[in-house]
Nanobody, 117 residues
Framework: QVQLVESGGGLVQAGGSLRLSCAAS????????MGWYRQAPGKQRELVAT???????NYADSVKGRFTTSRDNAKKMVYLQMNSLKPEDTAVYYC???????????WGQGTQVTVSS
């Protein structure tokens, strides 16, 4: 089992920045790719960014150039730096980890990000 705990969400004005953190624990040797997803009210959960164990990243078009994800394997952490935030970025943000052996998805409990206009 893998446990993920997000932190760093909050309320910010449009144009501002937030940094989300995700701490992994448990069977961390099983973790392959990690990433961030978000879900706005009334919408489906969507991919925001992913990062492989080697550090390669991928971003949704809507956040390219504004968000940066990174991971510190030694500290068992993954981060999402969000700059130039927009009201449409308002959502619950979830940390995700992929089990590299079973491809089961693990999820954190989510952290609320609210961007005011």
């Amino acid at each position: 089992q893998v446990q993920l705990v997000e932190s760093g969400g909050g309320l910010v004005q449009a144009g501002g920045s937030l940094r989300l953190s995700c701490a992994a624990s448990g069977s961390i040797l099983r973790i392959g790719g990690m990433g961030w997803y978000r879900q706005a009210p009334g919408k489906q959960r969507e991919l925001v960014a992913t990062v492989t164990s080697g550090g390669s990243t991928n971003y949704a078009d809507s956040v390219k150039g504004r968000f940066t994800t990174s991971r510190d394997n030694a500290k068992k952490m993954v981060y999402l730096q969000m700059n130039s935030l927009k009201p449409e970025d308002t959502a619950v943000y979830y940390c995700n980890a992929d089990d590299k052996w079973t491809h089961r998805d693990y999820w954190g409990q989510g952290t609320q990000v609210t961007v005011s206009s």
